[in-house]
């Protein structure tokens, strides 16, 4: 059985065409997720978890979707087969032109994800400070002695329900 090239491109053009639709999809719950971080909007924050979870989960099928097909057709894995693949399908390189786009694209979705987990970093430790607080545990150092931020909340009973 022989592969034609055609089909092969189309089939390629469909996968980097779902997965930019995903990673746009992906880039603008997280620009969601920061306004619903620094909003303190929970019911926000959940509804844009779950949401993002599925977008993920749909991209990292299509990623296996992708390195099945370069091996599937011999060209091995990893990213050089994928380049090998798209070079052999579309010597035109429009298909390479895609995949650098849904890289970039993904390069920025990185960032804002980034960004989203300093902005809860920030949070935990304002809420962690003030449980020690609570627990009468006198404020840690910003740094202890070997360059490691230091600290514990302290176990304290702070009463019974």
């Not at 304002?126 to 176990?155: D, E, F, I, N």
Request: glycine content about 10%; proline content about 2%.
């Amino acid at each position: 059985m022989s592969v034609q090239r055609a089909e092969v491109y189309a089939h390629l053009d469909h996968i980097l065409a779902e997965e930019r639709r995903l990673l746009a999809e992906l880039e603008q719950l997280l620009q969601q997720e920061t306004a619903s971080l620094q909003g303190d909007d929970l019911g926000a924050m959940q509804r844009i978890g779950r949401a993002r979870h599925q977008c993920v989960e749909l991209l990292t099928r299509l990623d296996s979707e992708r390195a099945d097909s370069c091996r599937m057709l011999s060209f091995g894995t990893g990213r050089g087969a994928l380049e090998k693949l798209l070079d052999w399908a579309d010597p035109s390189a429009q298909l390479q032109q895609r995949w650098r786009a849904n890289l970039d694209l993904a390069r920025r979705c990185k960032e804002h994800n980034d960004r989203n987990g300093a902005i809860v970093n920030v949070k935990l430790g304002r809420v962690q400070r003030l449980l020690a607080k609570l627990r009468g545990v006198p404020p840690s150092p910003v740094y202890g002695r070997k360059g490691t931020r230091g600290g514990t909340l302290g176990a304290r009973d702070l009463g019974r329900a």
